[in-house]
């Protein structure tokens, strides 16, 4: 059955990629896998995790030996992985891990449970750390240590779901597959058994819609680029950065084609995006009959119009749609969608109606699919949830950690729910997460009475960040009993650089007391820089939706770095240590961003011209400072982010059309309307290398200008149009050789660069 899959996943990648003819009808394309094949979730009808599962039949384990050996290269043959049929056949995910000094043996109820075995085994009995991102995997002996008794661990709940709506746009919208394949096998290695698939999911909608009165180059104009599509399947905007060629859409289906099936072969459930009701405009003048709600405003956007699902023209496009993704993606068990996501218009729609009908032609195409909804601001309504089969819904909760006197069971009357973690948004490079309150909340809410939690949900709006949040945060769901996040956090020091060290441990308590341990109640991620902020003397955050302040005692961080540059120097050759110096340098400087403020403004209103020079030539050097920091490590780079854009178009005209894609969404994110009144400028904003350099350091450095030449002539500073400053960056281009002043290849000594900020933050100190 593997065999065939494979066979006709290439199949259909082919002609997708050629642009084949064939694509004209779905009749003539590759039929879909079939359903319930081995290392596969299923089709119509499938088991959800935690049912009976038929048979007792192994599964192929050759995927999971795959990405082991992508994993461990070195080691994946010291390990023998043996499907667990029971486990299986009863629907629970649990592995084992035994084996003496050198053969370790993983059982495992799924490739994914296997992968989750390995990185437990990694963890708790080698000592090592394969993060997201970093890793001390070079620090494992050529003989594997034994495992002293048997280990048995058991999922404590069925669903563990990852990635937010908003990942693709913010992580990475040209990744290619070999990035997205690492990206799974990092989840399955930390026992997530849900991931949403995004890449592509324009495809189904552009095939559809065409049997609707829309041409191709409507479509295509209508559709936004990559890094805003995440946007536009949430129903807030369309036709951003477009148009989008259907030659890019191909690699795009073509590429989530790929990811599904990659999820599929180690027993992961691809969710797959459903279809709620989004449509172009004038869908109505052009199909009779069609009930459309226009649906107003999303910070400067407008948004497409929305389909009254109860409407007879609604189960046609669905069954289209489904038609067209099916002969694409294949089937799933699992669909994800957010009706009226941050407002919308409801009109003349009765949502209790329109929700069944959703829900009614998602079981028309897939029966007894489940549907992921997410739990963000007011959604979902009561109405929404009154109109469906609420035993076939689960709500990944986006607030479980953010608000306190949260009550799930009698705010969404019992439906199943996912408590969820959003400790990112944009893609911010700021360190932190409310740790604390995920450990208490997940064992008060699992334990207490009628609780409806069945599963946890990563979300961060941009992943790979914070990797000791991702570790803790999927930890909960396979760890039994209640986890100490003290101990969790020296274990984690312990591993994350492949031995105990004093100065690690004494590292990440600092982390763990500052940043790791913010409370609950109005945010749940740290505050951003102020040097990715625009120009202002009262600026107290860079995104207009970050903290305004603090959220935890600066000088955590900076004697973090005191206690990382002291680890033993045999440590310090790992990608794990390496990332978490540079970040905790990076998050120290930024930290100082907040001292330095408030002394220029106070220069500046005593009119000290020589203190308000001095003041601000030391903020631009710890600003060279801090590009210089991040080029050290390839996680900070804007160079990677733009080559990868870049790549994405076959001409000239294209290739920029999609850098300026990918500059927008960390600058102006759109137009004036949206930037300035919808107050999104700056919000992925992020200390990279490049990013810097080319944009926040000669913004502050002009508005630093006219303040200095307001005080040498006793007039009022000039006033600047940030907007157009941003937006001439944004449509900048590296497209010769000459242009490019973003290199991709990291640059510097960690380490010496690091000193040199611990050293400018100590002087900083004793000076005042």
């Known amino acids: 059955m593997t065999n065939l899959r494979t066979a006709a996943l290439a199949a259909l990648l082919a002609l997708l990629c050629a642009g084949s003819p064939a694509l004209a009808g779905v009749p003539s394309h590759p039929p879909a896998p079939a359903p319930g094949g081995p290392g596969r979730p299923g089709g119509p009808g499938a088991e959800r995790p935690g049912a009976e599962r038929p048979g007792t039949a192994a599964f192929d384990t050759g995927p999971a030996r795959a990405a082991l050996k992508r994993l461990l290269p070195r080691h994946a043959d010291r390990f023998t992985l043996?499907?667990?049929?029971?486990?299986?056949?009863?629907?629970?995910?649990?592995?084992?891990?035994?084996?003496?000094?050198g053969a370790i043996t993983v059982r495992g109820s799924t490739g994914a449970t296997l992968l989750t075995g390995v990185g437990w085994y990694l963890q708790h009995v080698a000592g090592v750390d394969i993060g997201w991102p970093g890793d001390s995997i070079g620090m494992l002996p050529a003989r594997l240590p034994a495992v002293p008794a048997p280990v048995t661990r058991s999922a404590l709940v069925p669903h563990r779901y990852a990635l937010n709506d908003t990942d693709d746009g913010y992580s990475g919208p040209y990744r290619t597959f070999a990035q997205h394949q690492r990206q799974i096998d990092l989840?399955?290695?930390?026992?997530?058994?849900?991931?949403?698939?995004?890449?592509?999911?324009?495809?189904?909608?552009?095939?559809?819609?065409?049997?609707?009165?829309?041409?191709?180059?409507e479509l295509r104009a209508w559709i936004p680029a990559p890094g805003h599509q995440s946007w536009w399947l949430l129903q807030n905007l369309s036709g951003f950065g477009g148009p989008v060629s259907e030659r890019l859409m191909r690699e795009r289906a073509a590429l989530g084609a790929r990811i599904a099936e990659q999820l599929r072969g180690l027993g992961m459930?691809?969710?797959?995006?459903?279809?709620?009701?989004?449509?172009?405009?004038?869908?109505?003048?052009?199909?009779?009959?069609?009930?459309?709600?226009?649906?107003?405003?999303?910070?400067?956007?407008?948004?497409?119009?929305?389909?009254?699902p109860s409407s007879a023209a609604f189960p046609k496009v669905a069954a289209a749609y489904y038609a067209e993704q099916r002969a694409v993606f294949g089937d799933s068990t699992m669909y994800r969608m957010s009706p009226l996501h941050e407002g919308g218009t409801v009109g003349t729609v009765d949502v209790r109606a329109a929700a069944g009908a959703v829900q009614s032609a998602l079981h028309a195409a897939h029966p007894g699919a489940l549907w992921a909804v997410l739990g963000w601001q007011d959604s979902p309504r009561k109405e929404l949830l009154a109109g469906v089969d609420t035993s076939k819904v689960l709500i990944l909760d986006g607030l479980s950690d953010r608000y306190n006197r949260l009550d799930r069971e009698t705010r969404w009357g019992g439906v199943p729910y996912a408590l969820g973690t959003i400790y990112n948004f944009g893609g911010h490079t700021t360190v932190g997460a409310n740790t604390s309150v995920w450990l208490d909340r997940f064992g008060a809410w699992q334990t207490k009475t009628n609780s409806a939690l069945r599963g946890i949900a990563y979300l961060p709006e941009a992943t790979g960040t914070n990797p000791a949040a991702f570790d803790l945060f999927t930890d909960m769901a396979w760890e039994p009993g209640p986890i100490d996040q003290k101990a969790w956090f020296a274990d984690f020091a312990?591993?994350?650089?492949?031995?105990?060290?004093?100065?690690?441990?004494?590292?990440?308590?600092?982390?763990?007391?500052?940043?790791?341990?913010?409370?609950?109640?109005?945010?749940?991620?740290?505050?951003?820089?102020?040097?990715?902020?625009r120009p202002s003397l009262t600026a107290a955050g860079a995104a207009y939706w970050s903290p305004r302040s603090m959220r935890y005692p600066a000088d955590s961080?900076?004697?973090?770095?005191?206690?990382?540059?002291?680890?033993?120097?045999?440590?310090?050759?790992?990608?794990?240590?390496?990332?978490?110096?540079?970040?905790?340098?990076?998050?120290?400087?930024?930290?100082?961003?907040?001292?330095?403020?408030?002394?220029?403004?106070?220069?500046?209103?005593?009119?000290?011209?020589?203190?308000?020079?001095?003041?601000?030539?030391?903020?631009?050097?710890?600003?060279?400072?801090?590009?210089?920091?991040?080029?050290?490590?390839?996680?900070?780079?804007?160079?990677?982010?733009?080559?990868?854009?870049?790549?994405?178009?076959?001409?000239?005209?294209?290739?920029?059309?999609?850098?300026?894609?990918?500059?927008?969404?960390?600058?102006?994110?759109?137009?004036?309307?949206?930037?300035?009144?919808?107050?999104?400028?700056?919000?992925?904003?992020?200390?990279?290398?490049?990013?810097?350099?080319?944009?926040?350091?000669?913004?502050?450095?002009?508005?630093?200008?006219?303040?200095?030449?307001?005080?040498?002539?006793?007039t009022a500073p000039a006033e600047a149009d940030w907007h157009a400053f941003e937006e001439a960056w944004a449509r900048r281009t590296t497209r010769h050789p000459a242009d490019a002043t973003t290199p991709t290849a990291p640059t510097g000594d960690p380490h010496k660069l690091a000193t040199a900020v611990a050293v400018l933050l100590k002087a900083a100190g004793r000076t005042g």
């Open 82 to 101: 043996v499907p667990d049929a029971s486990a299986a056949a009863a629907g629970a995910d649990t592995f084992t891990v035994s084996g003496r000094a």
């Open 187 to 217: 989840m399955a290695l930390h026992g997530i058994n849900e991931v949403f698939v995004q890449a592509g999911a324009e495809y189904p909608y552009y095939r559809a819609l065409q049997g609707f009165g829309y041409s191709a180059a």
């Open 269 to 308: 459930t691809p969710v797959l995006p459903g279809y709620f009701g989004t449509v172009p405009p004038g869908f109505a003048d052009r199909n009779p009959g069609a009930v459309t709600v226009p649906q107003g405003d999303w910070a400067g956007f407008e948004r497409p119009d929305w389909l009254d």
């Open 494 to 533: 312990a591993r994350r650089y492949g031995r105990p060290d004093a100065e690690a441990a004494a590292a990440w308590e600092e982390l763990r007391k500052g940043p790791y341990s913010t409370s609950s109640g109005l945010w749940s991620e740290s505050q951003d820089s102020l040097f990715t902020a």
């Open 557 to 714: 961080v900076r004697r973090a770095l005191d206690h990382l540059l002291k680890v033993d120097p045999r440590l310090r050759g790992s990608s794990a240590y390496r990332f978490d110096l540079v970040d905790t340098a990076r998050q120290a400087l930024a930290n100082h961003s907040r001292v330095l403020l408030p002394g220029i403004r106070a220069a500046y209103e005593a009119k000290d011209l020589a203190r308000f020079r001095t003041l601000t030539a030391a903020w631009q050097d710890a600003e060279r400072r801090l590009d210089a920091l991040t080029g050290s490590d390839p996680n900070f780079r804007l160079g990677d982010w733009l080559a990868a854009a870049r790549a994405a178009g076959a001409d000239r005209a294209e290739q920029d059309r999609y850098e300026y894609d990918a500059r927008s969404i960390l600058s102006v994110w759109g137009a004036r309307s949206t930037s300035e009144g919808g107050f999104l400028h700056d919000y992925a904003n992020r200390e990279w290398h490049g990013l810097v350099r080319e944009l926040y350091a000669p913004r502050w450095a002009a508005y630093f200008k006219a303040l200095d030449e307001a005080l040498v002539k006793g």
